[in-house]
């Protein structure tokens, strides 16, 4: 029988030959990147847009990530950038954040009038003392930013919507509504809701992507305009740094999209880090944030949809979501990339 005291001295002198043997295991582990995850199918063309500086010798996270936000808000759809769903009083307000691989982060919430609020969530990062900026300020400070004050007129899409909405103003979010047919049918065609509808409106939802460079550099950006029809001033979790996106260089980074409110709660994409720093890997860290939500309202959670993605420090990528239907795209490599299907509490149907 080992000895006590020999024991002790075994326990010693193999410590070290673990420890060389934990690094040499991290050492061989294959470390995919550069890497890019965005929400949603309509996070492709975000991605192949941080795709383009991600491969460039240099590429930085924070640069390929804010590319790929700004791409979608240049675009008309429901959800992101001034063409988006207004809130009830009919005015667009946008919420968006930035982080990088330094805990440097930025926000602005309810922001009017201008084209690119995550360039303004980075700004805000970068040339103030501060993290978020809302509302009236979040705009002078745009404005003296050198950002172009857009007019306040609804895209033809968001008023058609909003004047449809009013017929009954009814506040209720509705679960993957970006994944229904305007008339409100389930879409046809496979799984994957197509970026148009059959009437050639851009169908797609809150985009938040998180990256890591070829130096192995995460940053991760959120751009949404919040929920239509929502109350005049209500914020959303994109814009709030842990809950909409969160993310550590040593660890992780994640983000999400669905009923803010609900991310809010949980603090969503911080606890999604802090799961994944504890040892879970991409997919169950978001599971656990959704079961989180689901346990705190679980016949409320029927009714309204989350989903989460992320990534680790080894580039691999997961996301779960309450209900069946939400999607994400995955890519890291000259392919185009690839949408997948995440898991869901609640199964398809
Ligand atoms: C919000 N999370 O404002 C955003 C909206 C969203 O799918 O993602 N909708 O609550």
């Keep these: 029988m080992q000895s006590r005291r020999n024991f002790i001295r075994w326990s010693a002198l193999s410590l070290p030959l673990l420890s060389i ?6 050492k061989t582990v294959a470390v995919t990147k550069p890497i890019v995850v965005s929400t949603w199918d309509s996070g492709l063309p975000v991605n192949a847009v941080a795709w383009k500086v991600l491969k460039q010798p240099n590429g ?17 759809n429901c959800c992101v ?25 930025g926000s602005v919430m309810a922001l009017e009038f201008i084209k690119h609020p995550i360039s303004v969530a980075r700004k805000v990062m970068e040339n103030t003392p501060h993290v978020q900026l809302v509302g009236e300020g979040a705009l002078q400070f745009a404005l003296a930013s050198g950002f172009q004050k857009e007019s306040g007129k609804l895209s033809p899409d968001a008023e058609k919507t909003y004047k449809n909405w009013l017929k009954k103003s009814e506040y209720k979010p509705v679960i993957n509504i970006e994944q229904q047919q305007s008339k409100g049918q389930k879409t046809k065609g496979g799984p994957f809701a197509p970026n148009f509808f059959d009437d050639g409106t ?19 950006a959120c751009t949404t305009s919040g929920m239509g029809f929502k109350m005049r001033g209500r914020v959303g979790d994109s814009p709030i740094i842990g809950a909409g996106l969160y993310v550590d260089n040593e660890v992780g980074a994640a983000t999400g999209s669905g009923q803010g409110e609900e991310v809010l709660r949980v603090a969503g994409a911080f606890l999604i880090v802090e799961m994944m720093r504890m040892g879970k890997s991409p997919e169950e860290a978001c599971k656990i944030a959704v079961e989180r939500i689901i346990k705190i309202n679980p016949t409320k959670a029927k009714d309204f949809q989350v989903g989460f993605i ?10 779960y979501s309450i209900h069946h239907g939400f999607n994400y795209s995955v890519t890291s490599s000259d392919d185009g990339g690839k949408v997948f299907m995440a898991k869901s509490h609640f199964p398809k149907g």
Excluded at 83 to 97: C, E, H, M, Y
């Design 202 to 220: 851009p169908n797609h939802d809150t985009m938040g992507t998180i990256a890591m460079d070829a130096a192995g550099n995460l940053s991760g």
């Design 21 to 26: 043997g934990k690094a040499f295991s991290k």
């Design 81 to 105: 950038g001034l063409g988006g769903n207004p809130d009830r009083d009919g005015k667009v307000t946008l919420d968006a954040s930035i982080m990088d691989d330094k805990f440097n982060c």
């Design 60 to 76: 930085y996270a924070l640069d390929a990530v804010e590319a790929g936000a700004r791409s979608i808000e240049d675009t008309i």
């Design 310 to 319: 992320a990534i680790n420090k080894q580039g691999e990528y997961g996301a």
